[in-house]
């Protein structure tokens, strides 16, 4: 149920997205310490991304999930920077991250919900 969208102005491959988008569902799956088979990870690319009034690489991260235990959000958070800054070839002080805990009975996968 975690899900991970990636929105960057930094062009990669279709190779390095992949290898990108199995990297960063590791981390969320691990840090999160839930199946990785329940983990979406999404990855758009965008031309038009301006932080601190300049177009330099930059990344937005959104995670969501039912559950982010408070001692893990800085574990992620390190993780994922470090994840962007590696693959990305960005600065982690242009990467943002926003964390949603989203309840049971707002999460749904098939025709159900988690709560």
Not at 48 to 71: C, M, N, Q, T, Y
Request: hydrophobic share 40%.
């Amino acid at each position: 149920m975690p899900y991970l969208l990636i929105r960057t102005n930094r062009q990669i491959s279709e190779a390095e997205q992949s290898s990108l988008l199995a990297e960063a569902s590791q981390i969320v799956a691990t840090s999160l310490a839930k199946p990785e088979k329940y983990v979406m990870v999404g990855y758009e690319p965008t031309s038009a991304l301006v932080f601190d009034s300049k177009p330099d690489p930059a990344v937005f991260l959104d995670l969501r999930s039912i559950g982010i235990p408070e001692p893990a959000r800085k574990t992620i958070a390190g993780a994922l920077a470090k994840c962007m800054v590696e693959r990305l070839d960005v600065s982690a002080d242009r990467v943002y991250l926003v964390m949603t805990d989203v309840p049971a009975k707002h999460w749904g996968q098939g025709e159900t919900t988690f709560g």
